[in-house]
T-cell receptor, first 111, second 118 residues
């Protein structure tokens, strides 16, 4: 069965520190991969997406993600976190008609 | 481009009443729209897939008679929660696929509708 895992339910980092949010998927082929961010009570905002080509993808707000086929991973990174990055982050995988979300990782940022 | 709107953004209703939520693709045509439900501190769960001009496909465990979906045009899908009860209180999010780019499977998400049933 198709699945998306985000091993970290909650991560806390200090402002200015680097960040890596993990995402692993289970699919037969290379799926389309997405990262979304959701602030409390708000909808989803697309940070970045990977369809093909360069495995290092640049997104908005200084985020990037790297697709590693051998590890079935699509981890999200940011070199220096800002207090406004505190939110819920969802990894999602699309294959055919299906679009599956991971459980999400809540990011807290310490001043 | 690729903007999806939802209306209303927030609704409070009494138990037993019905509530309609609209999802519109503003600048593209969407042959397929999706409805998700999100409970507090949880991820999005797909409820149903709506194709223009045909019946919606519901995920297992979702009551089709309770959550009525209509996709009458290429830019509008509606979700009606019939005889709503407090357990239906949730955040409902729609998304749409742009018919011009079906091969990428990207979905564009609306801002969500917060439903509270008293």
């Amino acid at each position: 069965a198709q699945s998306v895992t985000q091993p970290d339910i909650h991560i806390t980092v200090s402002e200015g520190a680097s960040l890596e949010l993990r995402c692993n998927y289970s699919y037969g082929a290379t799926p389309y991969l997405f990262w979304y961010v959701q602030s409390p009570g708000q909808g989803l905002q697309l940070l970045l997406k990977y369809f093909s080509g360069d495995t290092l993808v640049q997104g908005i707000k200084g985020f990037e993600a790297e697709f590693k086929r051998s590890q079935s991973s699509f981890n999200l990174r940011k070199p220096s976190v800002h207090w406004s990055d505190a939110a819920e982050y969802f990894c999602a995988v699309g294959e055919g008609q299906n679009f599956v979300f991971g459980p999400g990782t809540r990011l807290s940022v310490l001043p | 481009g690729a903007v999806v709107s939802q209306h209303p953004s927030r609704v409070i209703c009494k138990s037993g009443t019905s509530v309609k939520i609209e999802c519109r693709s503003l600048d593209f045509q969407a042959t397929t729209m999706f409805w998700y439900r999100q409970f507090p501190k949880q991820s999005l769960m797909l409820m149903a897939t709506s194709n223009e001009g045909s019946k919606a496909t519901y995920e297992q465990g979702v009551e089709k008679d309770k959550f009525l979906i209509n996709h009458a045009s290429l830019t509008l899908s509606t979700l009606t929660v019939t005889s709503a009860h407090p357990e239906d209180s949730s955040f409902y999010i729609c998304s749409a696929r742009d018919r011009q780019t079906p091969s990428y499977n990207e979905q564009f998400f609306g801002p969500g509708t917060r439903l509270t049933v008293l």
